[in-house]
T-cell receptor
Framework: AQSVAQPEDQVNVAEGNPLTVKCTYS??????LFWYVQYPNRGLQFLLK??????LVKGSYGFEAEFNKSQTSFHLKKPSALVSDSALYFC????????????FGKGTRLSVIA | GAGVSQSPSNKVTEKGKDVELRCDPI?????LYWYRQRLGQGLEFLIY????????KSGLPSDRFSAERTGESVSTLTIQRTQQEDSAVYLC????????????FGPGTRLTVT
């Protein structure tokens, strides 16, 4: 069975500092990996995905994530946080075989403090 | 172009009543998903439609939940005899078929069962 763990419910970071939101996954075979962001009273917005190729993927709003197969991780990063990055972030995974739906982590709330 | 739309945005209902939630996917997106997001939780998969194939209903929590889709467009999620534990945000997503494609989410319907 697929699963996603986001070990931190809350991450606080000062504006201008680098941020990391952690994600580890469990899936049979090689995964497709996704990050989504949810602003208050809004639906989820796609940030980035790992399909194949370079382990470092770049996405919207200056975010990037690194796929680490040996550690089964896909941590989200940004070199310099903005107050406007404050939101709820979800990591998601799906298997490459079949038409399985996305499996989401429980989310990490990021607060960027001015 | 228009994104995924959902209606109503908010629904308050009394315990025991039936409710219908609507989703209009992005035009041309033949895959459609329903998820449930309880307060402080991640997204739970409910049901998945792909073209004319039989839907994947494996995530529906009980037989009170059902969903229909008209061709490759509108979908309706019906909850019969609502219970307080059904209170959640119900999110719809659509995508181009293919496992690597990201899902695009609607703003959700916030259901409150009193």
């Amino acid at each position: 069975a697929q699963s996603v763990a986001q070990p931190e419910d809350q991450v606080n970071v000062a504006e201008g500092n680098p941020l990391t939101v952690k994600c580890t996954y469990s899936v049979s075979g090689n995964p497709y990996l996704f990050w989504y962001v949810q602003y208050p009273n809004r639906g989820l917005q796609f940030l980035l995905k790992y399909i194949t190729g370079d382990n470092l993927v770049k996405g919207s709003y200056g975010f990037e994530a690194e796929f680490n197969k040996s550690q089964t991780s896909f941590h989200l990063k940004k070199p310099s946080a903005l107050v406007s990055d404050s939101a709820l972030y979800f990591c998601a995974v799906r298997e490459r075989s079949g038409n399985t739906p996305l499996v989401f982590g429980k989310g990490t709330r990021l607060s960027v403090i001015a | 172009g228009a994104g995924v739309s959902q209606s109503p945005s908010n629904k308050v209902t009394e315990k025991g009543k039936d409710v219908e939630l609507r989703c209009d996917p992005i035009s041309g997106h033949t895959a459609l998903y329903w998820y449930r997001q309880r307060l402080g939780q991640g997204l739970e998969f409910l049901i998945y439609f792909q073209g004319n194939s039989a839907p994947d209903k494996s995530g529906l929590p009980s037989d009170r939940f059902s969903a229909e889709r008209t061709g490759e467009s509108v979908s309706t999620l019906t909850i019969q005899r609502t219970q307080q534990e059904d209170s959640a945000v119900y999110l719809c997503a659509s995508s181009i078929p293919g496992q690597s494609y990201e899902q695009y989410f609607g703003p959700g319907t916030r259901l409150t069962v009193t």
